[in-house]
């Protein structure tokens, strides 16, 4: 089983570490909303993820429109390659990059 963790490192700040990928999404997906705070600014720290794919660009879109319907915004730091090679091809590169 693909390990990745993701945990608060500071206010506003969250890191996300491991694989996220298709292994991993199920359980990527609720350990980050978990940690989206409602109307607040949040930076996640993406360098230590080790292994990503098209489910890994899709948790991040996921955390994106929750976070917005919660009233809060997130930047991504360090996007992973595999996840914005992905993400250029669906036309969602644009949507990553400025967190909205």
Known sequence: MARFEIQRVGDGRLEASG???FESADRALPAGLAL?????????DLSRVTEADSAGL????????????RGATIRYQCIPAQILAVA??????????DGQ
Do not use: M, Q, Y
């Open 19 to 21: 694989a996220l990928g």
């Open 36 to 44: 989206i705070e409602n109307g607040k600014p949040c930076t996640i």
């Open 58 to 69: 899709a948790v991040l879109v996921e955390w994106l429109a929750t976070a917005r319907v």
């Open 88 to 97: 250029r091809i669906s036309d969602l590169e644009t949507l990553l990059l």
